[in-house]
């Protein structure tokens, strides 16, 4: 009788950590199921098209030898439970198969991964731990949003403090009021760093399905947020160095930094989707404002 495996990795790309995690799944089980994360999901998660395509990610899996069998994710969310009940219902089929485990790197505690609720139906044990947080993607792949905007970016950061620049991040962008950093990207939630230039200001814009918190870390903000019921003049104030501010769902708001000193956020968007195109532009500096059907971007 046979103790299988089953494990979950974007690989996009594949890094260290993913190699030792499987390994260590193989040390304490027969066979090992790996469920790679589609370009739908890809996008999904870094708000940009994948880095290597589905197949060539499944492809590469599937060749290394700790991997028994490599499964393309069905799902349409950042979770890969359908795809996860697909293969443990076709497992406990099986005549030769003893028990199923579900095996996680270092990345995530247990009790986050939305998997969870499969797999406890399932009775599938979840181990976690079996490869470091240290070899991670996140810790040497400097990921550009937009590799158009490669050249002002370079300059943009180049201009900053070396104090303002992050080394450990998922993604940097250009935007003409400055630069930001994805610090974190789970499926209910988004960390960013925002650094708005002197005199400069994000569009006036309202966003359908996340809702925002600001935190000042340095410098000083102008803000408005209000009800889209309100009229232009509601909603406005300053913040100062560790204010803060919470934007509901579907409120318009503006950020703006009207003073001589770079004004540094931090911004926490939580919600069921918080890719970049979930905006909806009202008034810009930068002549941004909603051409129909085309896709809006901070």
């Not at 994710?73 to 950042?78: C, K």
């Not at 998922?170 to 209910?188: H, I, M, N, T």
């Amino acid at each position: 009788m046979k103790k299988i495996a089953i494990t979950s990795v974007y690989a996009n790309p594949l890094h260290p950590g993913h190699v030792e995690c499987f390994e260590l799944s193989k040390e304490i089980a027969d066979e090992l199921v790996v469920i790679v994360n589609n370009d739908y999901q890809a996008k999904l998660k870094r708000g940009i098209d994948s880095f290597q395509d589905e197949t060539f990610r499944t492809n590469i899996v599937s060749a290394l030898k700790p991997v028994d069998r490599a499964v393309l994710s069905i799902d349409t969310d950042p979770s890969v439970c359908k795809t996860l009940e697909k293969v443990i219902t076709e497992l406990k089929a099986r005549d030769d198969v003893s028990e199923i485990i579900f095996t996680k790197g270092g990345d995530r505690f247990a009790y986050e991964i939305p998997e969870k609720k499969i797999l406890d139906t399932y009775g599938v044990k979840i181990v976690d731990g079996l490869g470091s947080k240290t070899h991670s993607s996140s810790s040497y792949v400097k990921n550009i949003a937009n590799k158009a905007d490669e050249k002002e970016l370079a300059a943009e950061l180049a201009s900053l403090p070396e104090e303002y620049r992050e080394k450990e991040y998922l993604e940097v962008g250009y935007r003409p009021w400055g630069v930001y950093y994805v610090l974190e990207d789970q499926p209910k939630f988004k960390v960013k760093k925002l650094i708005v230039k002197p005199k400069q200001r994000l569009s006036l814009q309202s966003h359908q399905h996340r809702a925002e918190h600001w935190v000042v870390v340095s410098g000083t903000a102008t803000i408005q947020i209000r009800d889209k019921q309100h009229p232009d003049y509601v909603g406005h104030s300053i913040l100062h160095e560790n204010g803060s501010c919470y934007i509901p769902k579907e409120h318009i708001h503006r950020l703006a930094n009207t003073h001589d000193d770079l004004l540094v956020i931090v911004e926490v968007q939580c919600g069921e989707y918080t890719g970049e195109d979930d905006i909806e532009r009202f008034e810009d500096d930068y002549e941004r404002v909603a051409i129909a059907n085309e896709p809006q971007y901070v």
